[in-house]
């Protein structure tokens, strides 16, 4: 897979993550990187796609930097492995504290075919060493273009 954002200027490849030990969801092993939750459904399946990536680290930027930048609107494109193109247009962005982190309404059912983008955000625990917020990009399918044969 391949997830491309337009008005942020990002084209990178889309690993697989899955839980950790812990139960929780895996995060990318790069900054510069995402992943693509794998118990959850391919983008453009009905449910709650969702890809992870980093908003930093203690080097700079990561490939989310700017993700809190997005608008209503903003077309967010995935290709995947079998060449079709799934493109999803955001339709909010909120954050959550992680404290009260909506895990069902991320990465739940649902009857449409959503993308949901995540990220760290808010203020920086520089005791804890990690964001106190996670900053959520929710998006629904547009549209579907096959490759042509």
Not at 2 to 9: D, E, K, M, V
Not at 69 to 90: C, K, P
Not at 126 to 144: C, D, K, M, P, Q
């Amino acid at each position: 897979m391949r997830l491309s954002i337009g008005q942020l200027g990002i084209s990178t490849a889309v690993g697989t993550l899955g839980l950790q030990a812990n139960g929780q969801v895996m995060v990318p092993r790069s900054v510069h990187t995402v992943g693509w939750y794998r118990d959850g459904p391919t983008p453009g399946e009905v449910g709650s796609s969702v890809i992870l990536g980093h908003v930093d680290s203690y080097l700079g930027p990561g490939i989310f930097f700017e993700l809190k930048t997005l608008r209503e609107g903003a077309i967010i494109s995935v290709l995947l492995a079998d060449g079709v193109t799934t493109r999803f247009a955001v339709t909010r962005v909120v954050e959550y504290s992680k404290g009260s982190f909506p895990d069902r309404l991320v990465y739940g059912p649902r009857g449409t075919r959503s993308l949901n983008l995540v990220t760290c955000g808010g203020v920086f625990d520089h005791a804890t060493g990690h964001y106190e917020s996670n900053i959520v990009v929710f998006s629904r399918l547009v549209a579907v273009e096959r490759p042509v044969a």
